[in-house]
């Protein structure tokens, strides 16, 4: 296990017209579990390629285990790369898959037996090593690829958004294995992924990305519930907070806490008149869209109501809704950066 730092890191492309990276600055600490989190092209997957030595940053630096090794080539680093793809050789059985990179590192016979029946076992392929990767599900080929870098015994892992390419079940499944296993070995882990759902199940924190510049980083429940700026306050949340304009800021409520007035039972609690033009039913949950005009000017809208909320709210009716006050955040409406509250009334 090893702390992963990345001090100044700038990359860039095309005779610099091209920021992938722009001054970062991050770090994983001893066995900790982070995900980069940001929409494609944001960097984060360049972020990673640089720490794994694929990419050369354009300046700053890279320390593993407090080491500097910005300048290092990729194996050593003792550094372990999954890849979206899983990058496996398809005419090779899961054992030689398995086995490659200890071949290469010239690790004797018996000592790579062991290693691939104990990573196997670990990750639940043990019957598996036979066969070859057209033979194996979306999950299994994971699996593959894990225990293939499992085996080198690294001090971080690095993963590129590895359950892309599986269905929404499986990827719920997968999602939970890969948690376990990472808890089990204590190893470091960096995940990369565009996908909030998988951000907020898997990692200790959240680094949220955009045009190459960390945005927050803090545990999933911070960055959910206290974003740093609009951009984390939409990007996370489906649906994603609720931004009002009001004298030079927005207000902003996620859409859970926006709940007919009568289900508010908070004193301190903002009311809005709500039109609603439209009522989405999902997964027991209601979705019921809307404008405000109390606060500021006219904004759409979305409340979403749990079934224990069961007022009745049809498309074409002006219902009053309130907000908990304890639940409004504010942000500066020029710069988008997180402002001081200012109390609103009832």
């Known amino acids: 296990m090893a ?3 990345v001090r100044g890191l700038v990359k860039h492309y095309h005779g610099g017209r091209v920021h992938a990276i722009d001054g970062v600055d991050l770090s994983a600490g001893d066995g900790e579990y982070l995900v980069l989190l940001g929409p494609s092209g944001c960097g984060k997957t ?4 640089t720490v794994a030595g694929l990419e050369e940053p354009t300046s700053g630096d890279v320390l593993i285990g407090g080491r500097v090794v910005t300048r290092l080539p990729p194996r050593a680093r003792q550094v372990a790369m999954v890849f979206q793809s899983y990058a496996l050789y398809p005419h090779k059985t899961v054992f030689a898959n398995i086995v490659f990179p200890l071949r290469a590192q ?10 691939v029946r104990w990573a196997a076992e670990l990750l639940g392929i043990g019957p598996l090593l036979g066969r070859k990767p057209r033979q194996l599900s979306g999950g299994e080929r994971q699996r593959v690829a894990l225990a293939r870098a499992l085996v080198r015994e690294p001090q971080v892992f690095l993963l590129d958004e590895p359950l892309s390419n599986l269905d929404a079940k499986l990827r719920a499944s997968a999602r939970d294995e890969l948690k376990r296993f990472q808890g089990e070995i204590g190893t470091t882990t960096i995940y990369v992924t565009h996908d909030q759902v998988e951000a907020m199940g898997l990692g200790d924190r959240i680094a949220v990305l955009a045009a190459g510049k960390v945005r927050q980083v803090g545990p999933p429940v911070e960055v959910y519930d206290d974003p740093a700026d609009t951009f984390v306050a939409t990007f996370i949340g489906s649906p994603p907070m ?4 009001r004298e030079g800021r927005l207000v902003g409520f996620r859409p859970e806490h926006l709940l007919p007035v009568e289900d508010v039972r908070s004193p301190d609690r903002v009311s809005v008149p709500l039109a609603v033009d439209r ?3 999902l997964s027991g949950d209601r979705h019921v869209y809307g404008v405000v005009s109390r606060i500021g000017a006219q904004t759409r809208v979305v409340a979403r109501l749990p079934s224990t909320v069961d007022t009745a709210i049809a498309a074409g009716e002006t219902h009053d809704f309130a907000v908990d006050a304890r639940r409004l955040r504010f942000f500066d409406r020029d710069t988008g950066l997180r402002a001081e509250p200012v109390r609103l009334g009832s």
């Open 3 to 5: 702390v992963v730092e």
């Open 106 to 115: 010239g690790v004797p016979p018996e000592e790579r037996h062991r290693k």
């Open 46 to 49: 360049t972020l990673l390629r």
């Open 242 to 245: 609720n931004l009002v304009p």
């Open 279 to 281: 009522v989405e039913y």
